[in-house]
């Protein structure tokens, strides 16, 4: 088994498959965690999900540029929604600043690009896409499932897929500029 994991391809592979089922499980125990009351479960399968990426990643420090970008624009963009008072959030700390378990999605789903959402870095439009529709089924099952609650859930989902057009991309980009930084940087 040690002699396969020496070979780059199916490093390579079995960091795109785990980091594929640690992000959505993330997903998972983030909004259900929530919903039960709890950031632990988010901050659990997070630690497994980064510490993961540590052993299959050649360069991390593109994984912490990655991770640093989503607490970053996770903060200004759901500061902004909770805000303006269309979305709150369980478990919220404070009333201006998102909880943990949304920030650890962020996390997760930025260091994302690195792995299972690498094939995303050169296809912006494809990024945006996707990230409108997929924001917007995320969101509105995290509300029906208890995570949160909004009092204007079509403006909500508007804005939610309008921002996440735009976040998606440049995700993808910021990755894609860091692994050609430097030689094989941000490669698995």
């Known amino acids: 088994m040690s ?3 020496r070979d780059p391809m199916t490093r390579k592979r079995c960091a795109q498959v785990g980091n594929f089922v640690l992000l959505h499980a993330l997903w998972l125990a983030a909004v ?5 009351g709890t950031n632990a479960w ?3 399968v997070l630690v497994v999900m980064l510490l993961f990426g540590m052993m299959f990643s050649r360069h991390r420090r593109s994984d912490v540029v990655m991770v640093f970008a989503g607490v970053f624009v996770g903060v200004i963009f759901e500061s902004l929604l909770i805000h303006s008072k269309l979305i709150e959030y369980k478990l919220m700390l404070h009333e201006d600043l998102p909880p943990l378990w949304i920030l650890a ?4 789903f930025s260091q994302s690009f690195n792995y299972s959402l690498r094939w995303l870095m050169p296809r912006p439009v494809l990024a945006a896409v996707l990230g409108a529709v997929m924001s917007v089924i995320s969101v509105l099952s995290g509300i029906h499932i208890g995570a949160a ?3 204007y ?12 057009a735009c976040v998606v991309p ?3 980009v910021t990755a894609r500029r ?7 940087y941000g490669q698995i």
């Not at 860091?178 to 094989?184: C, F, K, M, P, T």
């Open 3 to 5: 002699g396969l994991m």
């Open 32 to 36: 259900f965690g929530a919903a039960s």
């Open 42 to 44: 988010a901050a659990s």
């Open 105 to 108: 999605l962020w996390m997760g």
């Open 149 to 151: 609650d909004s009092p």
């Open 153 to 164: 859930p079509i403006l909500l989902a508007l804005v939610y897929g309008a921002v996440w």
């Open 170 to 172: 440049l995700l993808a």
């Open 178 to 184: 860091l692994s050609r930084d430097e030689d094989g």
